[in-house]
């Protein structure tokens, strides 16, 4: 299976933008659907506002049991009942990569408990990671995460977690892309 996502925002696909949001620096350009192509990377068509790639890869600053509890509570994305979506590209700043892998993951984990957060909205909320940092996209992370429209509550309180620890301390650029999917034939 390929890892290559793109994500276009412009007037075409099954997601509706029911918000964009440019919480830290620079924001993107309003735009009505989202679609995203795996595999081949898509080029900037012309009904796309803009384009953002990302890469799924290996889990990392985790241990090997936070790996193991990840893939038994993850559930598989896609599910008809998770109608909600959420694209949030993340930046963070030079300091935070200039700090060596065992300082980001005290960070990452010991102080911010960002897996174990993570982990307390399992299933309910289904998340996939891409990195961009290392093939010259604006951001160094988009984070899919989709949940059924009961769990918009839970997906509140991740993100507000997640948003006051110390990681987020060196976060500077984020935007929050809220969608909803669209049925066939809209």
Not at 4 to 23: H, N
Not at 120 to 127: H, I, K, M, Q
Not at 156 to 172: K, N, S
């Amino acid at each position: 299976m390929d890892n290559r996502y793109s994500f276009l925002g412009g007037k075409r696909g099954p997601w509706r933008v029911a918000r964009l949001d440019g919480l830290r620096g620079e924001g993107l350009e309003a735009v009505e659907r989202l679609q995203i192509v795996q595999g081949e990377w898509a080029e900037s068509a012309s009904e796309a506002a803009w384009v953002l790639r990302g890469l799924t890869s290996n889990v990392r600053y985790a241990t090997r049991p936070e790996v193991d509890a990840l893939r038994e509570r993850q559930p598989a994305l896609a599910r008809p009942e998770a109608r909600y979506a959420a694209l949030i590209p993340i930046k963070k700043s030079a300091r935070w990569w200039e700090l060596a892998q065992d300082e980001r993951r005290a960070i990452f984990e010991e102080t911010s408990h960002h897996t174990a957060i993570g982990m307390e909205f399992l299933p309910a909320v289904a998340r996939r990671l891409h990195h961009c940092r290392d093939i010259g996209e604006p951001f160094d992370f988009l984070t899919w995460f989709e949940y059924a429209p009961e769990h918009t509550r839970a997906f509140e309180d991740l993100l507000d977690r997640l948003r006051v620890t110390r990681e987020w301390d060196f976060v500077e650029r984020e935007v929050d892309i809220r969608l909803v999917r669209i049925d066939e034939g809209t």
